[in-house]
């Protein structure tokens, strides 16, 4: 039995990585593109004055705006070009992680049958409410700006700064030198070394972050898919079932959702829509399960890795982890609630 699953976990993990791949390839070469254009900065400045809204300072448009279009990693290496404290941190991360990678991942939701404009409309709007949430609490607990003011002169200290590695195939920057420069004003400017690079340049980013993302998807997938075909097989994912009952009775789902749930709770959405890809060859799940698993790990997903990673990077590991754990569940829960009304 298990040289069988692993045969199968591994023709499974080969199909599932190509299908990402198709999905995820012209999409990072369109949006290495506009890293490098101008229209990045342009979009940069006009959204600049909305910081105001969550309390931040203008120079916290750029990570956001870095991670509309990329990863965590990236949105890392953006900020170790300034001096956020640790409430400012927060708030950038917590508004990042509703919203990371939004165009590659509304292509990867609407492939496994979430409507591509409704989902990215949620993530933008629990973007916003996340943002206002922690603004508050970080106003209350850790000496933030209240919503709709702005920092004080000075009120930037200086928070660790770590080099970022490269992620799902995001090449991220080392150091401030040639990503962002912000000047004493909060107006914020590019440097030339991003927008003005030449195709050779970019066409190597974007042929570099493709092949990175392949090793990195089969790096994950294969493991990933002989661990689902042995957990099918010895029927462990009933057990689990049956030990979280609350969880699923609390989220509304049924136990088949239970898997992907779990693996985009601790691996990511593109691993979570990879398994529910596999999952609909041969048992699709119910719109309504597929429609609240997609609800839960787009509000929280790769949760260990994301509060490890903006907590190196000076934010508050409590806000980062159990916060958005518990959004996550009372959305899900909440929208499980207006599905069976709807129905």
Same mark, same amino acid.
């Given at each position: 039995?298990?040289?069988? #699953?692993? !045969?199968?976990?591994?023709? !499974?993990?080969?199909?599932?990585?190509?299908?990402?791949?198709?999905?995820?390839?012209?999409?990072?070469?369109?949006?290495?593109?506009?890293?490098?254009?101008?229209?990045? @900065?342009?979009?940069?400045?006009?959204?600049?004055?909305?910081?105001?809204?969550?309390?931040?300072?203008?120079?916290?448009?750029?990570?956001?705006?870095?991670?509309?279009?990329?990863?965590?990693?990236?949105?890392? *290496? *953006?900020?170790?070009?300034?001096?956020?404290? @640790?409430?400012?941190?927060?708030?950038?991360?917590?508004?990042?992680?509703?919203?990371?990678?939004?165009?590659?991942?509304?292509? %990867?939701?609407? !492939?496994?049958?979430?409507?591509?404009?409704?989902?990215?409309?949620?993530?933008?709007?629990?973007?916003?409410?996340?943002?206002?949430?922690?603004?508050?609490?970080?106003?209350?607990?850790?000496?933030?700006?209240?919503? &709709?003011?702005?920092? +004080?002169?000075?009120?930037?200290?200086?928070?660790?700064?770590?080099?970022? +590695?490269?992620?799902? &195939?995001?090449? #991220?920057?080392?150091?401030?030198?040639?990503?962002?420069?912000?000047?004493?004003?909060?107006?914020?400017?590019?440097?030339?070394?991003?927008?003005?690079?030449?195709?050779?340049?970019?066409?190597?980013? %974007?042929?570099?972050?493709?092949?990175?993302?392949?090793?990195?998807?089969?790096?994950?997938?294969?493991?990933?898919?002989?661990?689902?075909?042995?957990?099918?097989?010895?029927?462990?994912?009933?057990?689990?079932?049956?030990?979280?009952?609350?969880?699923?009775?609390?989220?509304?789902?049924?136990?088949?959702?239970?898997?992907?749930?779990?693996?985009?709770?601790?691996?990511?959405?593109?691993?979570?829509?990879?398994?529910?890809? +596999?999952?609909?060859?041969?048992?699709?799940?119910?719109?309504?399960?597929?429609?609240?698993? *997609?609800?839960?790990?787009?509000?929280?997903? &790769?949760?260990?890795?994301?509060?490890?990673?903006?907590?190196?990077? &000076?934010?508050?590991?409590?806000?980062?982890?159990?916060?958005?754990?518990?959004?996550?569940?009372?959305?899900?829960?909440?929208?499980?609630?207006?599905?069976?009304?709807? +129905?």
């Amino acid at each position: 039995m298990v040289p069988k #699953a692993i !045969k199968y976990g591994i023709i !499974k993990a080969l199909r599932t990585a190509l299908m990402l791949i198709r999905i995820m390839a012209p999409i990072y070469a369109g949006v290495t593109l506009l890293r490098h254009t101008e229209f990045f @900065m342009w979009l940069a400045v006009k959204i600049e004055p909305a910081m105001r809204i969550f309390g931040l300072p203008g120079e916290a448009v750029v990570p956001l705006v870095v991670g509309a279009f990329s990863d965590e990693y990236a949105v890392v *290496a *953006a900020m170790s070009g300034f001096s956020f404290n @640790m409430s400012q941190i927060t708030i950038i991360a917590m508004i990042v992680l509703a919203f990371h990678g939004l165009p590659v991942e509304t292509v %990867i939701a609407r !492939k496994i049958g979430i409507p591509a404009l409704r989902i990215a409309l949620f993530r933008i709007c629990l973007a916003v409410s996340t943002g206002l949430i922690v603004a508050l609490l970080c106003a209350a607990f850790l000496g933030g700006n209240m919503p &709709g003011t702005l920092p +004080e002169p000075g009120s930037l200290t200086t928070t660790p700064v770590i080099s970022s +590695e490269t992620s799902e &195939g995001v090449i #991220a920057s080392e150091t401030s030198e040639g990503v962002i420069a912000s000047e004493a004003t909060q107006s914020t400017t590019a440097s030339a070394g991003i927008f003005d690079a030449g195709w050779r340049v970019i066409l190597v980013d %974007i042929v570099q972050g493709i092949l990175k993302s392949v090793l990195i998807l089969m790096r994950v997938l294969l493991p990933l898919m002989i661990g689902i075909e042995l957990l099918m097989t010895y029927r462990i994912i009933e057990k689990m079932a049956v030990k979280l009952g609350f969880f699923i009775k609390i989220l509304g789902i049924g136990k088949e959702a239970l898997l992907p749930l779990l693996i985009g709770l601790f691996l990511g959405v593109t691993f979570g829509a990879g398994t529910i890809m +596999e999952m609909n060859r041969e048992r699709p799940l119910p719109r309504r399960d597929l429609m609240l698993v *997609a609800v839960f790990i787009f509000s929280c997903h &790769g949760i260990i890795e994301a509060a490890y990673l903006f907590t190196l990077a &000076g934010g508050n590991t409590l806000i980062l982890s159990a916060l958005r754990f518990a959004i996550a569940v009372g959305v899900t829960a909440a929208a499980g609630r207006l599905i069976l009304r709807e +129905e």
